[in-house]
């Protein structure tokens, strides 16, 4: 087993505003009855806040040392743990919890545009997961994409291992499977590493898995620095060794991409498999809910929707199964409940991480200067507040970046075309400050120093 320090169900782990529980939902979705399970919880167990994740996950925060294992216990119950048998022991049990990192899109099992069902898909490979006897070798963080091709997905942000469906020009729908990286969407993208058909893609994942254990020595823990050492080719040679068919990746992948996706579309109603009915989609302000809140939308979700939510990438939510003729009074609603419900807010693409009022590491109170920057550009820009350092609140550079250096005080960085933050703008920069020189910098013609 790998000892781990990453939150989890059966692992509350201590941060500034107490103990933190990462709950690590199938896909991203969860039932009224779970999300009532949940924010009852964090009331009784910690306080109230939520965090949803960059991983379309959720977090209790500032949970009571004494109230550890009644969390998880009312967690369990409401069925949010790994489906394993009943009677397995709590290291079984924080191993299956860990290894469930699949990233799919909110709009799995719902999009017509998808070319296959990435939640029936994904149903197994969880099983696997959840079962396979090494999984608790692998790091918590290690992670895995299914991409459906839904019109809604998250594509710039890397995994361990990726899949995605593409259609052969027979018009055979196939998975594509990529190592350290995202589906290729733009041409200078690193194609796809091999296909296989669908119902192949479990024991795929599983030999590439077993494959990445066999090489990878105990200091490297992910698949970007084992392929950093070894390359891609001596990887997928061992993972033969686990599959019963061939390992090969058709020609035509070489130039096959992956359709983008308008973040625009993560806000308002999608239609549905049936057309009678949509999901409809709007994000927590800088990802952060509480417990009421989290209750009025399991309110809704059964009332107005079919009683599933699918928490996303972007920290907020897609209620499912709403009639048409709902959908704008479901999207006023969730606008009354406090969450951005349009692109055009000046917060929909600003993420800020935990910041001071709950992790030690941070320089600054980033939400609260997040808002104080929202309230001045008073349009969207896509902007990343880090507490520090770490920049853990997005697992790629946003646009700009700016990083705490003191309270209320950032470094201000744009993303180059290389990979990281890029070179600083401009250093020790107050809100004013920041928000004069982010405006400026989006306007057309302005070239920053
Ligand atoms: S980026 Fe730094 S300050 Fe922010 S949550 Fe992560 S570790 Fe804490």
Redesign the pocket.
């Known amino acids: 087993m790998r000892p781990s320090a990453c939150p989890g169900l059966v692992r509350v782990v201590a941060a500034a505003d107490g103990g933190l529980c990462r709950i690590k939902l199938p896909g991203g979705r969860l039932d009224a009855h779970q999300a009532r399970a949940i924010a009852a919880a964090a009331r009784a167990c910690g306080s109230g806040a939520i965090d949803a994740t960059n991983r379309a996950n959720l977090q209790l925060r500032g949970i009571r040392d004494d109230a550890a294992d009644a969390l998880t216990r009312a967690l369990l119950d409401a069925g949010l743990g790994p489906r394993i048998d009943a009677d397995a022991d709590a290291a079984a049990l924080a191993a299956s919890d860990d290894a469930r990192n699949l990233m799919l899109s909110p709009l799995a099992g719902h999009d017509p545009a998808a070319l296959v069902d990435s939640r029936a898909l994904s149903m197994p490979l969880l099983d696997m997961l959840a079962r396979e006897p090494r999984r608790g070798e692998l790091s918590p963080k290690f992670s895995i994409q299914l991409d459906g091709g839904e019109s809604v997905a998250a594509l710039d942000h890397p995994h361990d291992i990726w899949l995605a469906a593409w259609r052969r020009d027979d018009g055979a729908v196939r998975i594509a499977a990529g190592l350290a990286g995202c589906p290729p969407v733009a041409h200078g993208d690193r194609p796809a590493s091999v296909d296989v058909s669908p119902d192949q893609s479990v024991a795929l994942v599983r030999a590439l898995l077993l494959a990445f254990l066999d090489l990878a020595p105990a200091d490297v823990t992910r698949m970007r620095a084992l392929l950093a050492t070894c390359g891609e080719r001596p990887l997928l040679e061992r993972a033969q060794h686990y599959l019963s068919f061939p390992l090969a990746a058709d020609p035509a992948l070489a130039g096959w991409r992956r359709m983008r996706a308008d973040p625009a579309l993560r806000f308002g109603a999608h239609l549905s498999h049936d057309a009678a009915r949509c999901s409809v989609g709007a994000q927590f302000v800088l990802g952060r809910l509480d417990a009421t809140q989290l209750e009025r939308l399991a309110a809704l979700a059964d009332t107005n929707g079919d009683g599933t939510l699918s928490m996303t990438p972007w920290q907020g939510v897609f209620m499912h199964g709403v009639s048409r003729e709902r959908a704008p009074a479901t999207l006023a609603a969730l606008a009354s409940l406090g969450l951005v419900c349009a692109p055009s807010d000046p917060l929909a693409t600003l993420v800020a ?4 009022a ?6 600054a109170d ?1 939400k609260q200067d997040a808002l104080a920057l929202a309230a001045r550009i008073g349009r969207p820009l896509d902007v990343h507040l ?8 997005l697992p790629h550079p946003a646009t700009h970046t700016l990083v ?1 250096v003191a309270p209320a005080h950032y470094d201000l960085y744009r993303r180059a075309a290389a990979a990281g933050l890029g070179a600083p703008l401009a250093r020790h920069l107050t809100i004013d400050q920041a928000a004069a020189r982010l405006t400026g910098a989006a306007q057309p013609g302005h070239t920053d120093a």
């Open positions: 991480c935990t910041g001071s709950g992790c030690a590491k941070a320089h980033t880090s507490g520090c350092e770490r920049h853990c609140a705490a």
